[in-house]
């Protein structure tokens, strides 16, 4: 049992895949520092405020004695659009690594042999067919 579990865990794919998963957990982190960083500031220009702190404010909230605001409910827009252009940035890089893998995959691959001629076999039996014949 171990040595077939093992073998499945050193499969090429099953590498690959673990691979491909710690990259992409460590290239989200750069797209959520850009888009915390660099992309919601620029934003934010816009609506004078940072864009991960713009929200809707269903229910007031009361300042409690340290002056932090409890009971407040409120809709936060800012994190949710925040999060639609990490995941786009995301995608699209994906979708522009795919796209080169699946050109370099089509590249490497040998082209089409040519299509052989009947075998010996085949002609013998032809031959063959054709003497019966006559």
Excluded: H
Aim: hydrophobic share 50%; glycine share 8%.
């Amino acid at each position: 049992m171990l040595k077939e579990f093992k073998d499945f865990a050193m499969k090429g794919n099953l590498v690959d895949i673990a691979v491909g998963f710690v990259m992409g957990a460590a290239f989200k982190a750069v797209v959520t520092s850009f888009t915390g960083g660099i992309v919601s500031p620029l934003i934010g220009l816009i609506f004078n405020s940072d864009l991960k702190d713009l929200k809707y404010i269903v229910k007031e909230g009361v300042a409690d004695d340290a002056g932090k605001v409890v009971g407040e409910v409120a809709v936060l827009y800012g994190d949710f659009l925040t999060n639609i252009i990490d995941f786009i940035i995301v995608a699209f890089v994906m979708f522009l690594v795919v796209k080169g893998v699946n050109k370099l995959k089509k590249e490497e691959e040998p082209a089409p042999e040519e299509p052989k001629g009947p075998t010996q076999e085949e002609l013998l039996s032809e031959i063959r067919d054709l003497l019966s014949k006559k």
